[in-house]
């Protein structure tokens, strides 16, 4: 199929709202997509960006987009990507995502992080095909309530996500401080993603501060909550814990993803701590409050995760969702035999 790619003006941002009704009616679970004024205001600001393509005619045909925390930040953060009904199965999504990346490079972007369902391995391949790697999954991240009309039928509970990174330019030479029990599969995904990070050993004396300092953002229409450990501190297991209290049987959350600071010392140090809580691995993940990579880590409520549900597309992906899996506080099925 012939197409056209260009980027949307701040006067086009309910192009992007009609798309999302079409693929998804009323269930996307990011609400500002639907406001026409705040997508303009992002397109505006330069915080988002969207890339579409396009007929002869001026037909909308696939559009695909990206967020920054700001203006000008090294690492963008793709998603909305949407391809109309008519235009399916003409490898559009990774034209207009190509086009995308393509500007981002010159734009001088370090890289690029995307989320792709774990319901099935097309958009996974996808991303695959464009050079990005995994970094790790989040079970149960995507509501029951979202449906999207590409997908089809299929069981109504939560499901998990792939997220993938796609480097662009060198980023920053810097120190990971990994703690000692995910270590090696933290150094796995530094090394496949080619990110300047460098596995390092806390300094000697290093300590962490006596107090955890903490910000928890509570996403309403994800039914989570993000808790960002801005300090690591020696009562880390004890704030944790509290909030988990709080969020799961106050709150009603159905899971909790808590992301720590990789360049920080003090995250090698009480990271570990958190697994007698049941929380658990689920990879290297950007966090817009914080400058540098994040450990991840999750705790589900009440929410079942089946391995039979979660689709990867290639063999890194395979073997890291295995252990992510394995990381759990619980048992889960036994996973396909293959991708």
Not at 31 to 36: G, H, I, K, M, N
Not at 158 to 167: D, E, I
Not at 173 to 196: D, F, K, M, N, S
Not at 210 to 215: K, M, V, Y
Request: proline fraction near 5%.
């Amino acid at each position: 199929m012939d197409a056209t790619f260009r980027f949307l003006g701040p006067d086009e941002g309910g192009l992007l709202s009609e798309a999302i009704r079409i693929a998804y009616g009323d269930s996307y679970d990011a609400r500002w997509v639907y406001d026409e004024a705040q997508v303009s205001a992002r397109l505006a600001a330069g915080t988002y960006v969207s890339c579409v393509a396009e007929s002869a005619a001026g037909e909308l045909l696939c559009h695909e987009g990206m967020s920054l925390g700001a203006a000008g930040d090294a690492v963008g953060h793709s998603g909305q990507a949407v391809t109309m009904p008519a235009a399916r199965g003409q490898h559009l999504f990774t034209r207009t995502k190509r086009y995308l990346m393509e500007w981002a490079r010159e734009t001088g972007l370090a890289g690029m992080y995307s989320e792709a369902t774990a319901a099935h391995p097309y958009s996974q391949r996808a991303n695959v095909e464009l050079g990005a790697h995994e970094t790790g999954f989040l079970l149960g991240w995507i509501p029951a309530s979202v449906s999207n009309d590409a997908a089809g039928a299929g069981t109504r509970r939560r499901q998990s996500a792939a997220l993938f990174y796609a480097k662009l330019n060198d980023g920053h030479v810097r120190p990971v401080y990994a703690p000692q029990r995910h270590r090696e599969i933290v150094g796995r995904t530094l090394e496949l993603c080619e990110l300047r990070g460098r596995l390092a050993e806390p300094p000697a004396g290093a300590a962490p501060a006596e107090r955890t300092e903490l910000h928890v953002e509570v996403d309403a229409d994800h039914n989570l909550a993000l808790v960002t450990v801005e300090t690591p501190g020696a009562d880390l297991e004890t704030a944790i814990a509290a909030e988990r209290h709080h969020l799961f049987h106050r709150t009603g959350l159905d899971a909790i993803y808590i992301d720590l600071p990789l360049e920080t010392p003090a995250t090698a140090l009480v990271a570990d701590q958190l697994e007698r809580l049941g929380v658990s691995y689920a990879g290297v993940f950007p966090n817009s409050r914080a400058d540098g990579d994040m450990l991840r880590m999750q705790s589900l409520h009440r929410v079942r995760i089946s391995a039979d549900d979660v689709a990867v597309a290639s063999e890194h992906g395979r073997e890291l969702l295995d252990y992510v899996l394995a990381d759990l506080p619980q048992p889960v099925d036994e996973p396909k035999t293959s991708p």
